[in-house]
């Protein structure tokens, strides 16, 4: 399944600090929001959950994968502490 990602509506402003962003949205559409998500069932928010993330997911690839590190990179960060991290070479 693919998620075609969401652009905000033009009555919505973004918000953009470094590699974040944020939608201002009226108090309305706001408040709106916040009782379809009371009123929802677990299944219901789950789903939109995954549907969120997953738009998310497409808008950073689009946006060319910014912030993103090597496996490498990342494991010595984590591993930093304990001396680093070495890929095991098979031969």
Not at 21 to 26: H, N, S
Not at 36 to 63: G, M, N, V
């Amino acid at each position: 399944m693919s998620v075609q990602p969401i652009e905000p509506q033009p009555e919505h402003g973004v918000i953009r600090v470094g590699a974040s962003e944020a939608v201002v949205i009226p108090m309305d559409d706001y408040l709106r929001l916040r009782a379809i998500e009371r009123h929802a069932s677990a299944d219901e928010i789950e789903e939109a959950e995954t549907e969120a993330a997953t738009q998310a997911h497409e808008r950073w690839l689009a946006a060319g994968c910014p912030g993103s590190q090597s496996h490498a990179d990342v494991m010595n960060e984590l591993l930093a502490p304990s001396g680093g991290w070495s890929p095991v070479h098979s031969a």
